[in-house]
């Protein structure tokens, strides 16, 4: 949860109202095409290093190759932050594809290459 007096800074993944979001240059760019600037009811910060934390609670999507959405680029956001050399681009093309696979291979996690709940599990787990 956010403490008041906490700022924004750009990369954030955040929560608004039960939809999900990234800030850039200020405003929240929310999944569903609005941007805010309200204040968000949860920030998940990505640092350089990342701190023994799990987020609870955040349902996000089943997502698979060819998506394009702010959920896609919040996901390439962990990969790369859990050092899969993702780029952040909100297109689950062949590169995101090739970093998710080996991700949930690293997580022994079986079955098709898509981020379902159980890889947003492994995926937000800082």
């Known amino acids: 949860m956010r403490n008041e007096t906490d700022a924004l800074i750009n990369g954030d993944v955040v929560l608004v109202d039960g939809v999900a979001g990234i800030v850039r240059n200020?405003?929240?760019?929310?999944a569903d095409g609005k941007t805010t600037t309200e204040?968000?009811?949860?920030?998940?910060?990505?640092?350089?290093?990342?701190?023994?934390?799990?987020?609870?609670?955040?349902?996000?999507p089943t997502l698979e190759?060819?998506?394009k959405s702010m959920y896609?680029?919040?996901?390439?956001?962990?990969?790369k932050w859990h050092g899969y050399g993702v780029k952040p681009?909100?297109?689950?093309?062949?590169?995101?594809?090739e970093g998710l696979r080996r991700f949930r291979?690293?997580?022994y996690?079986?079955?098709?290459?898509?981020?379902?709940?159980?890889?947003?599990?492994?995926?937000?787990?800082?």
Do not use: K
């Open 39 to 60: 204040a968000p009811d949860y920030i998940i910060r990505i640092p350089e290093r990342m701190p023994e934390t799990v987020v609870h609670n955040i349902e996000f």
């Open 65 to 67: 190759v060819g998506d």
């Open 109 to 126: 996690l079986t079955g098709d290459t898509v981020c379902d709940s159980a890889t947003w599990e492994r995926l937000l787990l800082f």
């Open 72 to 79: 896609t680029e919040i996901m390439q956001t962990c990969l």
């Open 89 to 97: 681009d909100g297109d689950f093309g062949t590169e995101t594809f």
């Open 26 to 30: 200020g405003v929240i760019e929310l």
């Open 105 to 107: 291979n690293d997580c």
